[in-house]
């Protein structure tokens, strides 16, 4: 069978090129079974005539695209623009999983996967193959011709990870999204995260299945996945993109010592203030760690605790991050801006606390009410999401689509543009001038207008 995977990557900040673990991961277990697969990506800008010819030309068995929320809107265009199709079309992702209702709300789209797909996927394609109607498979929402849906149970999460393929990188013009990423490959080496978020989709993708959902591989298997992919490419650095690499100290312990006596590449991790000390912050210094990426999300103590499912103090915060400092490891930390119930005033402790902090970088996105999740709720039940956004005219993580009182929209779009200037210009004006012009509305043509400098810039505003 040939599998053609639709990637849309579209309206996005910045220039880097991404790499979709999941899809990656599909491939693998379908080349592992004998079948054909092929991506088409499409980043930059909507182009349905480039799927349509690669349509015609690869003559695919199954279209299979996978989207998160923000992107579902393309998904649903190229259904509209390119109806019909021959193939059968299935989606999955984070959107299909948490909104399933997407199934009816788009003509055209045979299936859903509903949860973790490598399993489901490979036996829609073997059902396929034998020319038999796939209306029992676990995790699968089925459409019949009549246009009535057959909704399966879902599995329980696979719980041996070792058990699985490495993603399946080659899929992808890979060395191109290293490239474009600062010479910066990304690996992942676990699933799911045991923190409960409110704006986060894990509490609620947790629920979606049964087993244990944070799972991690081996390590002699995390290392054999980095010998093979530093074997292939030409990779300067390594970005661990775990939602929270150091959740098990016994694992990560392992891993560094198991690593440094191999590979003298440097990486990055994503970390929980709460599990970093110094002898973690060592550990990861001694083995080749050189920044630690931790979610601050917001300043309020109190604020996160009640609306956001945080339960930090500051001091934990800034412990996190003084411990990181100690071992001579660079910071980043990540905020949001514009979540509901949230005010100005609110948002200026998460300046104030970033500032103490002066991590090496920040970044700063605009909430957005992802389906599924416990704040998404909150914005429905009190009438804060605005809808009719037009296509190409909402860029995510850098506009709202609340509509709430207490923080009005140009309020928060305020916040978001000069928030890197507050939280720096008492520690590097050069660095908070430079910030603020990167979040103004000129940002997008400056990064690309200074594309041959980039790793410059990023040296003088991150410190890496």
């Known amino acids: 069978m040939k599998i053609l995977f639709v990637y849309t990557d579209l309206n996005v900040r910045g220039g880097a090129k991404s790499y979709h673990f999941g899809i990656g991961m599909l491939s693998a277990m379908l080349k592992r079974d004998g079948h054909q697969t092929r991506l088409h990506y499409m980043f930059g800008h909507y182009d349905p005539a480039a799927l349509t ?144 978020c409110t704006f986060c989709s894990n509490h609620a993708l947790r629920e979606k299945q049964t087993g244990a959902y944070v799972r991690f591989r081996s390590v002699p298997s995390c290392l054999a996945e980095i010998r093979e992919v530093t074997g292939r490419y030409k990779v300067k650095a390594l970005y661990f993109n775990d939602d929270c690499f150091t959740v098990h100290r016994k694992w990560v312990a392992e891993f560094c010592e198991a690593y440094k006596a191999e590979f003298d590449l440097p990486f990055d991790i994503n970390a929980r203030p709460e599990t970093l000390n110094d002898d973690i912050c060592s550990m990861l210094k001694a083995a080749g760690c050189r920044r630690v990426c931790i979610g601050i999300e917001n300043g309020s103590e109190t604020f996160r605790r009640e609306v956001l499912g945080r339960n930090q103090t500051n001091a934990v915060i800034e412990a996190g991050f003084a411990a990181c400092h100690r071992a001579g490891l660079t910071t980043k930390s990540f905020n949001i801006v514009g979540f509901p119930y949230e005010t100005p005033a609110i948002h200026q402790e998460t300046v104030e606390l970033n500032a103490r902090i002066n991590p090496g970088s920040v970044i700063i996105g605009v909430f957005e009410p992802y389906p599924g999740t416990k704040l998404a709720e909150v914005c429905q039940k009190e009438g804060f999401i605005q809808t009719g956004k037009a296509d190409g005219e909402f860029v995510g993580r850098t506009d709202t689509i609340l509509k709430m009182p207490q923080f009005p929209r140009e309020e928060i779009l305020k916040c978001f543009r000069t928030f890197a200037y507050n939280v720096y210009r008492r520690h590097s004006l050069r660095k908070a001038l430079f910030l603020r012009l990167y979040y103004s509305p000129y940002g997008e043509p400056l990064i690309r207008l200074l594309e041959p400098v980039k790793g410059l810039l990023r040296r003088m505003t991150m410190g890496v």
Not at 75 to 91: G, H, M, N, S
């Open 53 to 196: 010819r690669v349509i015609g030309e690869w003559q695919p068995d199954v279209l299979a695209f996978s989207a998160v929320s923000p992107q579902f809107a393309y998904v649903q265009r190229i259904f509209r623009d390119l109806q019909p199709f021959k193939a059968f079309t299935i989606l999955g992702g984070q959107h299909a999983t948490l909104a399933p209702e997407c199934l009816e709300q788009t003509p055209g789209l045979d299936a859903i996967c509903v949860g973790e797909g490598e399993f489901p996927l490979l036996e829609l394609v073997q059902t396929l193959a034998r020319g038999e109607q796939p209306e029992t498979i676990p995790n699968l929402h089925i459409k019949r011709k009549d246009g009535s849906i057959v909704r399966n149970p879902t599995r329980p999460f696979h719980g041996q990870l070792d058990e699985l393929p490495f993603s399946d990188v080659g899929l992808f013009d890979y060395q191109s999204i290293i490239d474009s990423d600062f010479h910066t490959a990304l690996l992942m080496f676990s699933r799911g995260c045991p923190y409960k």
